[in-house]
């Protein structure tokens, strides 16, 4: 058939007009049927073998013959729509043959070997086609099959709010079924494993998609025990989400707003014992009020009470995971916004305690006290310097003495002794050097010393 037959609207051959629109413009014969009824979803890994030719059958491109099959993600714009479509309507095994018109080809003014817009068949064979790997190390523990697009561009960020459906199936059980909201780097909370929230940051509003997890994905499935070697398959859809707005655009307003929102996540945290998790979102405050300004007193007031807060509780976060030197300067950091914060100088003292600069705690602890006489605990604190301090002295003092008692030892006067007839030695060999001679040593004579009686 010739290309002005085509372009009168007379099809090459008999098939179905796959195009989106319906305009004749992809039509599909069916060469030989495929397997099953799955077909790929949007972003799967397609593999196929394809004959691309004109329409006088003259053959442009063979993968077969250079035996090179071609692997793309589905839907995502790596080919020509032509394949795009193709394959999104086949079945494993499936061989079709495809007519393309320009616009599903390779455009109206062509591309690479065709300089105008030209029409082509091509047969295509879908050899297979998985889902993709979104584990961050691609060891195939994390397998997304997109079964539902989403709308719009917004992905969910750390904090935003989701409402997702889940449906878990285990040998063919289902063991998780609910519809759950939570907030985003905290999904634990709810039960989420990590697996689960990973895949959602890459989901669109109403999408849903299908997981298979294994190996390390299924940490924190704890509702079920797993074989080792075993699988489980996850349905997800994303009912809705609110994002956190970005720092870039949030106004001064917005940005003590969302501190507020922050801090009470934060606090609650704190409560149940998650540190890491509040310690990320104080410092997210800490960051937001950095540079804010507020024409409005009770403003400047709050932000300035939030952000002390914050960093108070930084300090706070970190004593609590044992990083004294961290601790010490978000106390430090506190106290430069507020050198009264009785909470900030307490628990640097007892970073200082800790480090056994037992003057400076005391102090610290003094000034709690000065601060708020009936702090009983700031008491405490110094009455554990002194006795830290005397434990500390008398175990140093011990260990003097028992290096002094040591027989097996050179006494100091010894050391002394035998240090200064080195220095005396070195003194005439640099004087002898100083004259152009060399030091004459008995050995050199041919006179030894006596040597010590056998016992």
């Known amino acids: 058939m010739t290309e002005n037959q085509v372009e009168e609207g007379k099809s090459p051959f008999q098939g179905e007009d ?144 989701v409402d997702v459906r889940l ?75 609110e994002r956190l707005d970005s720092e870039q655009i949030l106004t001064d307003k917005g940005k003590l707003l969302q501190s507020e929102l922050l801090k009470s996540r934060a606090d609650d945290l704190v409560k149940k014992g998650h540190y890491q998790h509040a310690l990320k979102r104080y410092q997210m405050i800490t960051r937001l009020l950095a540079s804010v300004t507020y024409p409005d007193k009770d403003d400047r007031i709050k932000s300035r009470q939030v952000r002390i807060a914050a960093q108070s509780n930084i300090a706070l976060c970190y004593l609590k995971l044992n990083d004294y030197l961290q601790c010490k300067t978000a106390c430090d950091q506190t106290l430069a916004l507020d050198a009264k914060n009785e909470k900030s100088l307490f628990r640097r003292g007892q970073c200082h305690l800790t480090f056994r600069n037992f003057e400076q705690a005391k102090k610290d602890f003094e000034a709690v006290i000065k601060i708020n006489p009936s702090n009983v605990a700031a008491e405490q604190q110094i009455e554990q310097c002194e006795q830290q301090r005397k434990q500390h002295e008398a175990k140093h003092k011990e260990s003097y003495q028992s290096f002094f008692n040591d027989s ?34 008995l050995e050199s004579l041919g006179i030894h010393p006596p040597k010590p009686p056998q016992r």
């Not at 079945?91 to 105008?116: H, T």
């Not at 295509?124 to 691609?138: A, H, N, Q, T, Y």
């Not at 939570?182 to 990590?194: A, E, R």
């Not at 080195?422 to 040593?441: D, F, T």
Request: aromatic share 8%.
């Open 18 to 161: 796959i195009s989106p629109e319906k305009d004749g413009g992809l039509v599909k014969e069916i060469v030989r049927q495929g397997n099953g009824d799955d077909k790929p979803a949007f972003d799967d890994q397609v593999t196929i073998h394809y004959v691309g030719s004109e329409l006088d059958g003259k053959v442009f491109s063979d993968s077969r013959e250079r035996d090179e099959k071609v692997t793309f993600n589905l839907g995502k714009n790596e080919v020509i729509p032509a394949w795009d479509l193709g394959a999104a309507s086949m079945k494993r095994g499936e061989i079709a043959r495809f007519f393309a018109r320009p616009k599903y080809a390779y455009g109206l003014k062509g591309e690479k070997k065709y300089r105008s817009a030209t029409s082509v068949i091509f047969e295509i064979e879908l050899l297979d086609f998985v889902g993709k790997d979104i584990s961050d190390e691609k060891d195939g523990s994390i397998i997304r099959r997109i079964l539902h697009r989403g709308v719009g561009r917004e992905l969910p960020n750390e904090d935003a709010t």
């Open 167 to 241: 449906k878990g199936t285990y040998q063919d059980k289902i063991f998780d079924d609910r519809t759950v909201q939570f907030v985003m780097g905290l999904g634990f909370l709810k039960q989420i494993p990590l697996s689960i929230e990973h895949a959602v940051y890459k989901m669109l509003r109403n999408e849903k998609c299908q997981l298979l997890l294994k190996g390390k994905a299924l940490q924190g499935l704890d509702q079920i025990s797993v074989s080792a070697d075993g699988l489980v398959q996850y349905e997800i859809t994303l009912l809705n989400l």
């Open 408 to 441: 097996s030892r050179a006494s100091l006067f010894e050391v002394d002794e035998k240090y200064e007839q080195v220095k005396n030695k070195m003194q005439e060999k640099n004087a002898l050097k100083s004259l152009g001679l060399e030091p004459i040593s």
